[in-house]
């Protein structure tokens, strides 16, 4: 009877599993703060990618570990980077993963920030030609929707025109185009080896105090061209998501980030917490609030599950 009047229910559909790819081969080094979840070297990232399509998984989006790092961040855009060469090799094996990739600076600068510095500042305007060129470099390799993360101003319009002027309309744009400066993003960085060098991202990312500037951003965001927007990270702003699902009519996704997992998996290690009820519950309320797609690290243990 409960099943039979449950209001929410999940499908492995509607995960994106995150997934960090590095140089080399035969590579498979667990994340130390992100128990299950690995870097990968392309062909290891492959037979991952070939086990997310046999569970029914919804996708999944790729963030990359250059061989160097550089001012100007040329390893994001370039035709033969780590995420351009492993999109090829991933369509070379599966026909029917959807592969998204998150268009972002912060791996491929050596300071860490998600563009171009100068003066200690972050640079908007040059950013955006940066996200441009890598949006249209991971469409040409073959990727099937592109996320800019990096919460520069005037981004989604900026890659919108570069897909549109090259022939690649038909590629959507999914923006982080609420997400907030937050704590929760600390073991990722350990994964992506992407922690800022000095100062934080304050000056481009949110500041969680603010619900209304969220719905303005998501708002510009819209305006620019976004197909589908998301709410980083989750947990903690359900609010911003349910208030998002009343106020727009799009797609809407939601990204439990690294720490709201790692301290699931942290506390089940413990014995403090049930790992499997923790995920489920937390998977559920995200969905409830009106997130249709999340990107967890979940989605694989979540989708065996599910069935
Ligand atoms: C890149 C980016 C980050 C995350 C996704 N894309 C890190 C950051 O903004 O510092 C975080 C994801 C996670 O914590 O799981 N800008």
Redesign the pocket.
């Known amino acids: 009877m409960r099943a039979l009047v449950r209001e929410t229910r999940l499908h492995p559909a509607q995960f994106i599993l995150?997934l960090f790819v590095c140089p080399g081969e035969g590579v498979r080094r667990e994340i130390g703060s992100m128990p299950n979840n690995y870097q990968l070297s392309i062909d290891e990232l492959v037979k991952e990618c070939v086990e997310v399509q046999s569970l029914g998984i919804g996708g999944v989006i790729l963030?990359g570990l250059p061989e160097s790092k550089d001012e100007t961040a040329s390893g994001a855009y370039a035709d033969d980077g780590i995420v351009q060469r492993a999109i090829r090799a991933i369509r070379r094996e599966t026909s029917r993963l959807l592969v998204m990739t998150?268009v972002?600076n912060?791996?491929y600068t050596s300071h860490g920030h998600?563009g171009f510095v100068k003066d200690n500042d972050v640079d908007n305007d040059v950013t955006l030609q940066w996200l441009a060129k890598t949006a249209l470099s991971h469409a040409r390799a073959g990727a099937d929707i592109v996320a800019p993360?990096?919460m520069m101003d005037g981004r989604v319009g900026a890659i919108r025109q570069a897909l549109d002027a090259n022939g690649f309309e038909k590629i959507p744009i999914l923006s982080?185009a609420a997400?907030f400066a937050s704590v929760?993003?600390?073991?990722?960085?350990e994964a992506?080896e992407?922690a800022p060098q000095f100062g934080d991202?304050r000056s481009y990312?949110m500041d969680p105090a603010n619900g209304r500037e969220a719905m303005r951003e998501i708002e510009l965001d819209l305006e620019e061209g976004a197909d589908m927007i998301m709410v980083?990270?989750a947990l903690p702003y359900l609010d911003l998501i349910a208030e998002a699902r009343r106020r727009f009519n799009v797609p809407i996704a939601a990204?439990q980030?690294?720490?709201e997992?790692s301290m699931i998996m942290a506390a089940a290690r413990n014995g403090w917490i049930d790992c499997e009820r923790a995920m489920f519950e937390t998977l559920t309320s995200i969905t409830r609030a009106g997130a249709g797609t999340i990107l967890t690290?979940f989605a694989k243990p979540a989708a065996r599950l599910l069935g």
């Open positions: 995150p963030f998150d972002c912060c791996e998600c993360s990096d982080y997400k929760f993003y600390g073991p990722f960085r992506a992407s991202r990312q980083k990270p990204y980030v690294s720490g997992y690290y």
